[in-house]
């Protein structure tokens, strides 16, 4: 089976970001990340015998500055998160009429 | 009198914050992305603008931000954007917490005449009395049931077959009216049963106690007697006379049906549906099978991918909204319950959406044997041997069950918001988690979202939705946010195990 | 027909101080309601007979026209304004050093207000109230003995000012003192609910009233909108948060929304806004705008003509009315909204400001229609407003 290849600029993103990248497509593919000294590549086995997708490296690029953008986002915005479901789980609750 | 202009109040200069968000690419089309806050409220943006957006670079006054502003997805500080709202919003979408399990299901017994090789209930012949549930069991439920702390409870009866212990039916019926007196609980009933060879007797049962009728109608005559088999070979035919004479008895209203969908099944959805006209039903059920009880030994001859289903439902959502449009009015279950979470504050708290799970937390199993589960699933795998969640017997304080290690195992997998794979997906305040189904199909708790049947269905569903609202026509989005929308007529029983 | 709220009058032998008093006829004297020493008996209309048996009660005074006879020696008024203006069961003040006499409370009128104060902490662009930084406490407890005075069945009372929560606990004395003397009357206060931001506050109201409800302000579903509109940095976050200190206070909530035109803009987001995260109100008012007051001076910028909103009365209203949340429309003459939106419409300009145009007169619908505010001009005019001379059904 061949492996299909894709190389990540490591300046943009990290070893973390890649690896839940590939995390999805784990019940499709054999997935294995290789630190190379100028970027990081990802390399994916189909598990299966499918005709292999030749959208795959377009769709898997995506979801990598997808998950890139969740790490930004998780950056501002974790701690707060917490904090407010506590808050709003402490509290007092909405009365009866609001959900019938 | 002086008045300030617009400007003296915008604060364009000060920039905003973001609020904990997540967001999914819009299969359909990947430029656009959904954005949800933490209480589940969203709204549908381009892909560029969010990434505009994390860097600080939209301007806080566009009609965008605004809107991300409105929903919580940004905040201008404190002293403008109050978050009371948000806190609001999220004690409102859990709100089904509050009150404890609201779904009560009493297995009066395992008997049953059907042989359906789908079969989630490890069944028992007709004669065997021996999976009756007893007096004593009958009592100490009954006991357990009032330990619980919701106001409203739903009490439905489940087997085998029901209406072969009847006695035990009407028995615990009597004993939580007694026991009510003084609790004065919101009490609702409702029995699941094949309604075939039903008595005068227990019609004036129902009529009296308000009862709703929940029953199995897989389709046409030929699917629903192929999928559903018992001597005489007639199970459509003594369903139809069922329903008919509830419906006289008890009102059109009382009665709601549900099919499960076998690989015969997903050959016909039209034919499906149209049974569901035929018969005068305003609700249908689009039940995928589940991998428990008989369906796991007949898998080879009777499972599907999750794929089939999706074609399936599709072909069938087609029909059932051309039906609408016709000027029938019919909704699909699921599909509504889907469309509640997404179009809606609040959440009906139906166990397979719903975090933390509903398995014990939203619904209780009481077996004919005394033995007491957090959902069928779980009793399922018992039955097939796998105790891992019997959560305790009716013997027992409830506080003693809430103890125990299996209920331990279900909080500690209960939460979709902790487990990887949900935690960062869009949808998560409006989805759930499941524990069993996951453990009975991966052998493991938490799951592999990746390859999560569970997950993909969920998705799929939302997916479908979302992109039916976005393309439909007036018409048909008034349709689909119907079915979202709480009325005063008839709704569908949903808590159907 | 605009009934007017005061007038001058011929005041002979009342005390030189300001005092409340009951209008009583005989029909209410003869059902025994009479708190006779608080009350003047209307003598006008009275059957010319030896009235001295009921004269020679003590009265407070009388009230007279140039037909009647008064006992000599008794205060008596005279009023010069129109005759019916003062009836039986209204409360008049009687305000011996201007000769005047003011109708605080009117029987069967549909605006009966208890104006609390003059003070505000808004300065709403369209405000028909224009707030006076004055010291006027003494008002409570003229509204105390007021409310006395109001029939035991007076279906409905509101309390406006200004902003009533500025009396703080007066306020609540006030609505406790309503609760004792007319507990079958529903009582609506409105207030732009930012005191409530403060949950102690919010709670000194819960179980006080059994008919207490509250009518509050939202101009938008953003800081921004609802600021510029109140003029007042911080008041929608004040008011969100009142709004849920009353809820959890167990209080009863309407949202009033003055159409002004940047507010109809988002409109639509506005009531998306309310469902998703104020489920618990009881009712939304849409309120065409009053031409009076600040009103007047930020026409510019508030005025839109009914008719450019019906796109966005149609979208909100039909969500309002899907989501199960109660929604009317006030103040807009029905030949300028869609005749889709006419069942949503309430008759509410009370009655001594509402009045018709002379167009009105041969209007099919004209008894449905609330008609203008009395002093309605050219320019607050729809141009849509015209007779409407068939209905289709």
């Known amino acids: 089976m061949d492996a299909i290849e894709i190389s990540f600029d490591c300046q943009f993103f990290s070893v973390d970001v890649l690896a839940r990248t590939a995390h999805r497509y784990t019940a499709d593919y054999f997935v294995e990340l290789i630190a190379m000294p100028d970027c990081l590549q990802v390399r994916l086995i189909a598990k299966s015998l499918s005709p292999s997708d030749p959208m795959l490296a377009a769709r898997f690029r995506n979801d990598a500055l997808d998950d890139r953008l969740r790490a930004q986002i998780a950056e501002c915005t974790a701690e707060l998160q917490a904090t407010l479901i506590r808050a709003a789980l402490a509290e007092a609750w909405p009365s009866a009429r609001s959900a019938e | ?497 | ?393």
């Open chain 3, 1 to 393: 027909m605009s009934l007017a709220l005061a007038s001058r009058a011929v005041l002979t032998n009342w005390p030189s101080h300001s005092g409340q008093y009951k209008v009583t006829g005989l029909l209410d004297f003869s059902s025994g309601n009479a708190a006779i020493e608080r009350s003047v008996l209307d003598l006008r209309g009275l059957p010319e007979c030896d009235l001295e048996a009921l004269t020679s009660l003590p009265w407070m005074g009388f009230l007279a026209n140039h037909q009647t006879r008064v006992p000599p020696g008794r205060a008596w008024m005279l009023l010069q304004g129109p005759p019916d203006m003062a009836r039986s069961g209204d409360v008049l003040e009687v305000q011996p050093v201007a000769s005047r006499v003011a109708i605080r409370y009117r029987r069967g009128g549909n605006g009966n207000v208890l104006f609390a104060t003059e003070r505000c902490d808004n300065y709403c662009l369209m405000c028909s109230q224009p707030p006076r930084q004055v010291a006027d406490g003494w008002r409570l407890s003229k509204l105390r003995e007021l409310v006395e005075l109001i029939d035991a069945d007076e279906v409905s009372l509101a309390i406006s000012g200004g902003e009533p929560t500025l009396l703080e606990q007066g306020l609540a004395d006030l609505v406790r003192h309503c609760a004792v003397h007319l507990p079958r009357t529903q009582l609506h206060v409105l207030s732009n609910g930012r005191a409530f931001s403060d949950p102690a506050y919010a709670n000194s109201f819960a179980g006080i009233h059994p008919r207490l409800s509250w009518g509050i302000p939202l101009y938008g579903d953003n800081f921004a909108l609802h600021d510029y509109v109140v003029q007042r940095v911080g008041a929608f976050a004040e008011t969100l948060r009142g709004l849920y200190a009353l809820e959890r206070a167990g209080q009863r909530v309407e949202i009033r929304v003055v159409l002004v035109k940047p507010t109809v803009e988002r409109l639509a987001a506005l009531a998306r806004f309310i469902y998703h995260n104020l489920p618990f109100v009881d009712h939304v008012a849409l309120m065409g705008i009053e031409p009076i007051g600040f009103a007047k001076a930020n026409r510019e910028a508030l005025w839109i003509d009914p008719v450019d909103m019906a796109a966005a009365l149609l979208d909100s209203v039909r969500y309002l009315n899907r989501h199960l949340i109660p929604v009317s429309l006030y103040n807009l003459p029905l030949c300028t909204i869609p005749r889709e939106l006419w069942p949503f419409t309430k008759r509410s300009i009370s009655d001594w400001k509402q009045d018709y145009l002379p167009e009105c007169a041969s209007c099919v619908v004209k008894e449905q229609c609330g008609g203008f505010f009395s002093w309605v001009t050219d320019e607050w005019r729809s141009r849509s407003v015209k007779s409407i001379s068939e209905v289709c059904r």
């Open chain 2, 1 to 497: 009198m002086k008045f300030l202009p617009p400007e003296a109040f915008a604060k364009r200069q000060e920039g905003y914050r973001l609020l904990p968000m997540r967001f999914r690419r819009l299969p359909w089309d990947t430029e656009r992305v959904l954005v949800s806050s933490i209480s589940g409220d969203w709204l549908i943006m381009p892909r560029t603008m969010l990434d505009a957006l994390v860097d600080g670079a939209m301007d806080p006054g566009s009609v965008l931000a605004t809107d991300l502003e409105a929903r919580h997805l940004i905040t201008r500080g404190p002293l403008s954007t109050p978050l009371a709202p948000l806190l609001s919003q999220v004690r409102t979408r859990k709100r089904f917490l509050q009150a404890g399990p609201a779904l009560h299901l009493f297995v009066v017994s395992l008997r049953c005449h059907h042989t359906c090789n789908y079969c989630q209930v490890s069944r028992q012949d007709t004669a065997k009395t021996a999976f009756d549930m007893s007096g004593d069991v009958a009592e100490l439920a009954v006991e357990r049931l009032f330990e619980w702390p919701g106001h409203h409870l739903t009490i439905e009866f489940q087997g085998g077959e029901p209406l072969l212990h009847f006695g035990r039916v009407r028995d615990l019926t009597e004993r939580i009216l007694a026991r009510n007196e003084e609790q004065k609980r919101g009490l609702k009933f409702v029995l699941t049963s094949t309604l075939h060879d039903l008595t005068d007797e227990q019609l004036d049962f129902f009529a009296e106690h308000k009862f709703q009728l929940s029953t199995s109608l897989d389709g046409p005559e030929w699917l629903h007697d192929a999928n559903r088999p018992r001597p005489g070979r007639d199970s459509y035919r003594r369903t139809i006379e069922g329903i008919g004479r509830a419906r006289c008895a008890l009102g059109e209203d009382a009665i709601s049906a549900l099919t499960t969908l076998t690989q015969r099944s997903l050959s016909a959805p039209q034919e499906i549906v149209d049974e569901y006209r035929k018969q005068g039903l305003h609700s249908i059920f689009l039940r995928p099978l589940s991998p428990y009880g008989f369906a796991r030994r007949t898998a080879a001859r009777n499972s599907y991918p999750l794929a089939s289903f999706q074609t399936f439902y599709r072909k069938a959502l087609d029909h059932i909204l051309a039906i609408n449009r016709s000027g029938y009015a019919m909704k699909e279950v699921y599909g509504g319950l889907i469309l509640s979470q997404l179009l809606t504050p609040f959440s009906h708290g139906y166990v397979d959406l719903r975090s933390p799970t509903g398995g014990c937390l939203g619904a209780v199993v009481y077996d004919y044997d005394g033995q007491v589960y957090p959902s069928d699933e779980a009793r399922m795998l018992a039955a097939m041997g796998d105790t891992t969640f019997a959560i305790g017997r009716v013997e027992q304080p409830v506080a003693e069950w809430l103890d125990s290690p299996a209920m331990q195992r279900l909080l500690d997998s209960g939460v979709a918001e902790s487990l990887p794979g949900c935690s960062d997906c869009a949808f998560v305040p409006l989805c759930g988690a499941d524990p069993v189904d996951h453990y009975a199909r991966q052998g493991d708790l938490v799951g592999h979202r990746p390859s999560s049947d569970f997950c993909a269905k969920q998705i799929g569903f939302f997916d479908l939705m979302l992109q039916r609202l976005e393309l439909a026509d007036p018409e048909e989005r008034k349709i689909l946010e119907d079915w979202a929308l709480p009325e005063a007529s008839t709704k569908a029983h949903v808590e159907v195990a």
